[in-house]
């Protein structure tokens, strides 16, 4: 198959759903409304690399404890009493239901379950391809957000469906956070789902949604696109979140999608289901740390990030040095503590801090498969999330 129709198979597949009447109870989608003030100052955040780190045990049950979650946002009967196919497991005890959106266009659901502390806001991938798709290779506006720096870019068709959405997704998790203040608010996604998952947890911060703390949210999605530029990607990791868990299984493309000559970037962290055996390694695309000059680590960071940037893209004092360093592997060794400070200012200024790891599936070249898009840890995912017995 060639690479333009193994591109537009697993597109096909990111909006696949099966087509169902919404049940009564939720409201149909509004215009965006007013974004307000912000009330959460964004820092950006400086990519620094770390090896894998492999996950099992009680940490890798837990994530696929949220799979049915997914699932369930494919399962339009039922899914208002949380009886639906998929509503089993350790989902059950859901409760407080509230649907949002359309069948035939964007499509969700706010809930909580009090055992487990949680209030779940979840999305579910679009059923129609011309929904984002044709601009998914150019368009990105300015992010509207608060606090978003200028030059923070987001997908158009991404931002477009979030805010056909928002004003009732940010009214139902108001009056959910209400009722259960205490619990973590968990944003989840599967596909597009995933991308709009990360842009309604960035735009509820923001936004200041009833005092929503983000050291009590949790961003977890399986097969996300890529949803802004590197600028957006550090915006969003700089609000401190508690927890970004973005799982890609495999090989699956989509989560190459866009792709980054686009000008198109992750936001880490990404969980990596490396084979059909569920072996599963969180990639850490950064520390969380801003590079500091007298840490070792930082170092070896920003050189390698410089070695890998595009030399067309840097300029002055980190273009001479790359070019010119004899000894590439240590050519920031010894160098004076004022010399590297205006160095990285020089480096950072250039945009290049938003550059992703090649750690684990940014590490594949070829051999891209739409197939595990509709799979993570042998549990269907997509049009097939709803038929779990077959």
Request: hydrophobic share 35%.
């Amino acid at each position: 198959m060639r690479p333009r129709q193994l591109i537009a198979l697993a597109l096909c597949i990111i909006t696949g759903a099966r087509s169902a009447r919404v049940p009564g109870g939720q409201h149909p989608g509004q215009p965006s409304g007013s974004y307000g003030t912000s009330t959460t100052p964004a820092t950006s955040v400086v990519g620094t690399f770390a090896e894998p780190v492999e996950v099992s045990g009680q940490a890798l049950d837990e994530m696929k404890s949220l799979i049915g979650y997914l699932q369930s946002t494919y399962c339009v009967d039922g899914l208002d009493t949380w009886s639906c196919s998929t509503c089993v497991g350790p989902t059950v005890g859901t409760s407080d239901v509230r649907l949002f959106g359309q069948a035939d266009r964007v499509f969700g659901y706010a809930a909580l379950h009090r055992t487990r502390n949680l209030t779940i806001v979840a999305f579910r991938g679009s059923r129609n391809f011309n929904n984002w798709i044709n601009n998914i290779m150019m368009a990105k506006p300015d992010c509207p957000f608060p606090g978003a720096p200028t030059g923070t870019k987001v997908h158009y068709g991404f931002l477009q469906s979030w805010q056909y959405v928002r004003a009732s997704v940010l009214e139902e998790l108001a009056a959910l956070i209400a009722l259960a203040p205490e619990h973590t608010v968990l944003f989840a996604g599967h596909s597009l789902g995933g991308a709009l998952a990360l842009l309604a947890a960035a735009d509820a911060l923001t936004s200041g949604t009833a005092g929503l703390d983000s050291k009590r949210m949790r961003i977890f999605t399986v097969g996300q696109p890529r949803v802004g530029n590197s600028q957006f990607a550090d915006f969003v990791y700089g609000l401190g979140v508690r927890t970004i868990q973005r799982v890609v299984n495999q090989n699956d493309l989509t989560p190459h999608l866009p792709p980054t000559f686009s000008g198109f970037c992750h936001v880490p962290n990404e969980i990596w289901v490396r084979d059909a055996n569920g072996t599963t390694f969180e990639c850490l695309d950064t520390n969380g740390h801003s590079l500091r000059l007298d840490q070792p680590e930082s170092l070896r960071s920003l050189q390698t990030q410089m070695l890998r940037a595009p030399k067309k893209r840097l300029k002055g004092a980190a273009q001479d040095l790359v070019l010119q360093s004899d000894s590439p592997d240590d050519m920031l060794e010894d160098m004076p503590e004022d010399t590297l400070a205006n160095l990285l200012a020089d480096f950072t200024e250039q945009g290049m801090d938003g550059l992703e790891s090649d750690l684990c599936s940014n590490g594949l070249k070829t051999g891209y498969a739409a197939t595990e898009h509709l799979r993570v840890w042998g549990m269907k995912l997509g049009i097939k999330g709803c038929d779990v017995e077959s």
